[in-house]
């Protein structure tokens, strides 16, 4: 081992000794060795930062959007229950359509419900984006 990192340090050219340079399988012995070396360092840090990761909740980030429950109506077709921060979203959500079916705050206990109209869907990117930006 202690040859091998010998071998990455030290110039191929001193290996010579009489300034010749090294053989072809030394070159290649190097390389293999080098690369060897990079892509265990790389596993390391990646290892490293992934345990990093799930040891610190401050690292995390929360989603923005949350799908809390889900209900299926038949072929394609359901109502989910989306949580935004600060509302809960109720979506009639159809292959061809998605529709606002209720708006509910997410803190309140007895929630209210307002009636929407239905969104197309080539709109509703749009307004999504503007209901995010609004808060």
């Given at each position: 081992?202690?040859?091998?990192?010998?071998?990455?340090?030290?110039?191929?050219?001193?290996?010579?000794?009489?300034?010749?340079?090294?053989s072809t399988?030394?070159?290649?012995?190097?390389?293999?060795?080098?690369?060897?070396?990079?892509?265990?360092?790389?596993?390391?840090?990646?290892?490293?930062?992934?345990?990093?990761?799930?040891?610190?909740?401050?690292?995390?980030?929360?989603?923005?959007?949350?799908?809390?429950?889900?209900?299926?109506?038949?072929?394609?077709?359901?109502?989910?229950?989306?949580?935004?921060?600060?509302?809960?979203?109720?979506?009639?959500?159809?292959?061809?359509?998605?529709?606002?079916?209720?708006?509910?705050?997410?803190?309140?206990?007895?929630?209210?419900?307002?009636?929407?109209a239905p969104?197309?869907?080539?709109?509703f990117g749009?307004?999504?984006?503007?209901?995010?930006?609004?808060?």
């Open positions: 081992m202690a040859l091998a990192l010998l071998t990455m340090v030290i110039p191929a050219a001193a290996w010579g000794g009489d300034g010749t340079a090294p399988p030394f070159l290649f012995l190097r390389m293999i060795l080098s690369l060897a070396f990079v892509l265990a360092l790389l596993f390391g840090l990646l290892h490293g930062l992934r345990r990093w990761n799930m040891r610190n909740p401050s690292a995390r980030v929360a989603p923005l959007l949350t799908s809390k429950a889900r209900l299926d109506l038949g072929q394609r077709r359901e109502i989910r229950l989306i949580e935004i921060p600060g509302r809960v979203l109720v979506l009639g959500i159809t292959p061809d359509r998605m529709d606002l079916l209720a708006e509910m705050p997410a803190d309140s206990e007895t929630p209210t419900v307002e009636a929407a969104i197309p869907l080539s709109q749009h307004r999504m984006q503007k209901l995010i930006t609004s808060l």
